[in-house]
């Protein structure tokens, strides 16, 4: 795994070199991922097939089904049925939540096209994402053992506790870093975890090596977040795919608004303090500009490397399985996104 740092963003040739060779091992893996995906659309009732089919797109990353392949990965490659299952029902909790992050965070764009709650308006939004999160457990508890569904079941729940415990404190100026932190480690991080455990478990890995494969998988789970939010001020809207600075607008205090306030003066704390309240319209050129003179990109930067590190790290006794090397990979493709933002150069 490449520790290089994040201070020089990467070229466009450099990032599709990260990705290419990752996802080009997966390709039959995600060829029989989408064609099951598709293949629940008909279990859907009538009148809500297009909005289930819209949202089971193959256009997102799927970090999660391929963190459930590589977990349970065998040699010589064989695609799994169960895997594939498990793969499935990690991806449709996960595009349940976004199905319902769009709504709260009022966002137009969502893999580059409208939102669901643009496309079918919020109220039929909330109920499609409950018919997600329902049909994923549903797929959950056709497994012969209870184990896939108690933790499937358990990780949406704490998943929506996360994105409930955010929620409320919107508008909120008492937010530490630990609640921060905790708040990601539900909503985000809990999704990675249980995406590796359930696949190191079906591939038939030892339990040891599953426990270990969580611990991977939550910590990647908080690096990828906190660089999801990294991106939410220095990513371009077309290549992310997904409409920019909303966490600003819907006062979310994640990390790069944290540690801005730690370096602003006294007055210009309490003006930023008074756009995360509502009580003041959005200056986000501003912030950029604010966020590039203290230098709060490559600080950021620094807190999904050390995220990146950690996951590592719980990896490092099991480098002799299969599923090692190829989930550590997916920590360079991290990385290489980081390297992808471009980070301010000043007014």
Same mark, same amino acid.
């Given at each position: 795994?490449?520790?290089?740092?994040?201070?020089?963003?990467?070229?466009?040739?450099?990032?599709?070199?990260?990705?290419?060779?990752?996802?080009?091992?997966?390709?039959?893996?995600?060829?029989?991922?989408? =064609?099951?995906?598709?293949?629940?659309?008909?279990?859907?009732?009538?009148?809500?097939?297009?909005? @289930?089919?819209?949202?089971?797109?193959?256009?997102?990353?799927?970090?999660?089904?391929?963190?459930?392949?590589?977990?349970?990965?065998?040699?010589?490659?064989?695609?799994?049925?169960?895997?594939?299952?498990?793969? @499935? =029902?990690?991806?449709?909790?996960?595009?349940?939540?976004?199905?319902?992050?769009?709504?709260?965070?009022?966002?137009?764009?969502?893999?580059?096209?409208?939102?669901?709650?643009?496309?079918?308006?919020?109220?039929?939004?909330?109920?499609?994402?409950?018919?997600?999160?329902?049909?994923?457990?549903?797929?959950?508890?056709?497994?012969?053992?209870?184990?896939?569904?108690?933790? =499937?079941?358990?990780?949406?729940?704490?998943?929506?506790?996360?994105?409930?415990?955010?929620?409320?404190?919107?508008?909120?100026?008492?937010?530490?870093?630990?609640?921060?932190?905790?708040?990601?480690?539900?909503?985000?991080?809990?999704?990675?975890?249980?995406?590796?455990?359930?696949?190191?478990?079906?591939?038939?890995?030892?339990?040891?090596?599953? %426990?270990?494969?969580?611990?991977?998988?939550?910590?990647?789970? $908080? @690096?990828?977040?906190?660089?999801?939010?990294?991106?939410?001020?220095?990513?371009?809207?077309?290549?992310?795919?997904?409409?920019?600075?909303?966490?600003?607008?819907?006062?979310?205090?994640?990390?790069?608004?944290?540690?801005? $306030?730690?370096?602003?003066?006294?007055? %210009?704390?309490?003006?930023?303090?008074?756009?995360?309240?509502?009580?003041?319209?959005?200056?986000?050129?501003?912030?950029?500009?604010?966020?590039?003179?203290?230098?709060?990109?490559?600080?950021?930067?620094?807190?999904?490397?050390?995220?990146?590190?950690?996951?590592?790290?719980?990896?490092?006794?099991?480098?002799?399985?299969?599923?090692?090397?190829?989930?550590?990979?997916?920590?360079?493709?991290?990385?290489?996104?980081?390297?992808?933002?471009?980070?301010?150069?000043?007014?």
């Amino acid at each position: 795994m490449s520790t290089a740092s994040f201070a020089e963003p990467a070229r466009p040739e450099r990032i599709a070199g990260a990705f290419a060779p990752v996802f080009a091992r997966l390709q039959p893996h995600m060829v029989e991922l989408d =064609v099951f995906l598709r293949s629940q659309v008909a279990a859907f009732e009538p009148e809500v097939r297009q909005m @289930a089919d819209y949202c089971i797109d193959t256009s997102g990353k799927r970090i999660r089904p391929a963190m459930v392949f590589f977990s349970g990965w065998r040699e010589p490659a064989v695609v799994s049925p169960e895997l594939v299952r498990v793969a @499935a =029902v990690v991806e449709l909790v996960h595009l349940a939540t976004l199905v319902h992050d769009d709504i709260m965070d009022d966002a137009s764009v969502r893999r580059g096209r409208r939102t669901a709650a643009r496309a079918f308006g919020p109220v039929a939004a909330v109920l499609l994402g409950d018919t997600l999160f329902s049909h994923a457990l549903h797929l959950a508890s056709q497994f012969p053992t209870t184990a896939v569904c108690l933790a =499937v079941s358990e990780s949406t729940r704490r998943v929506c506790a996360g994105e409930i415990i955010q929620t409320m404190r919107r508008g909120s100026t008492d937010v530490t870093l630990a609640d921060y932190r905790r708040v990601i480690d539900l909503k985000t991080a809990e999704l990675f975890r249980v995406s590796c455990q359930l696949g190191s478990q079906l591939g038939g890995y030892p339990a040891a090596f599953g %426990e270990a494969a969580g611990r991977f998988g939550r910590h990647l789970g $908080m @690096a990828y977040q906190i660089y999801d939010d990294l991106a939410d001020y220095f990513g371009d809207e077309k290549h992310i795919g997904k409409t920019l600075g909303t966490d600003l607008a819907s006062g979310k205090l994640t990390l790069p608004l944290l540690v801005l $306030m730690d370096r602003l003066a006294a007055q %210009e704390r309490a003006e930023l303090l008074e756009e995360i309240r509502g009580a003041r319209s959005p200056q986000l050129p501003l912030h950029l500009r604010q966020m590039a003179t203290h230098g709060v990109f490559p600080i950021v930067a620094a807190a999904v490397q050390t995220e990146i590190t950690a996951a590592a790290a719980a990896l490092a006794p099991w480098t002799q399985l299969a599923p090692t090397p190829l989930l550590l990979s997916l920590c360079d493709v991290l990385q290489s996104q980081v390297a992808a933002l471009q980070a301010p150069t000043g007014v």
